[in-house]
C-alpha cells in the first residue's frame, strides 16, 4: 500500500513540474480545419461553411506551466444566407439561397488566451487546456464588416523536440456574437420596446501549431 501512495504522490508531484521554463517567449503559426455552423434567424437563416483557418500570435510564459498569448487567426469561408418564406419578387422560394454568387466572407479573430500544461519538463509530449477571450472582425458578403465579441476554448497535447522547434496538435471550439437586428416587446407602461437580437456561430476545429522558442538557440 505504501508504495501505492508513493507513486501517487510521485504522479501529483510530476504534474507541477515545468513544462516550458518561466520568462519563455514563443512565437506560433496555426494552421486548422474548421467545421461549418448554421446559424438562425426569425426569417432566414445563414450558414458559416468550413474551411481552413490559419494565424499567428506570441506566447509568453508567465509561469512554468502557464501563459498568455496575443494571437491573430483568419477563417476564409463562404457564407450563403437562405430565406425560410418564399420571395415571391425576387423569385427566391423558401429555402432559396438568398445571396447566390456572392457569399464569400472571411472572420478574424484577435484574441489573448491563458494556458496551462500539465506535464514535467522532461516530458516530450504534454497536455493542456486553453481559453481565450477578444474581438472578431466579421467580413460578410453583402454588409461589409462588422467587429464583436468572440471567446475560444482549446485543447491538446505539446510535442517538444531538442530544438526550439515544437508542435501542438490541438482541438478547438470558436464563438462570435453579432447584433443581427431587434425583436420587439410590448410594455404596459412604455409601449413596444425594441431590444436588440443576437445571434452567434459555434464552430469547433482540429489544428496543428509550430512553435519557435525565441529564447533557446
Known sequence: MKKYHLLIVVFLFSL????????AFLLNLYG????????????????VEDGFEYGAGFEYFIMDNASIELKYNRLDTKMPLYTKVAL???GIPAGGQVNAGDDKGAINYILADYTYYFGSSS???VPFLGAGAGISILESPQSGSGTYFAWEIKGGVK???DSPVSISLNAY?????????YD???????????VTDYASTFQFG????????LNKK
Not at 461549418?36 to 445563414?46: H, L
Not at 420587439?184 to 425594441?194: E, I, N
Open 159 to 161: 510535442i517538444k523536440t
Open 206 to 213: 482540429l489544428g496543428a501549431v509550430v512553435s519557435f522558442n
Open 88 to 90: 415571391p419578387g425576387f
Open 123 to 125: 516530458q516530450k509530449a
Open 173 to 181: 471550439l470558436q464563438s462570435m456574437s453579432a447584433a443581427v437586428g
Open 32 to 47: 486548422g480545419y474548421t467545421f461549418s455552423d448554421k446559424v438562425d434567424f426569425d426569417s432566414s437563416y445563414a450558414k
Open 184 to 194: 420587439y416587446y410590448w410594455d404596459y407602461y412604455w409601449g413596444p420596446v425594441a
Open 16 to 23: 507541477t513540474m515545468s513544462a516550458q521554463s518561466q520568462g
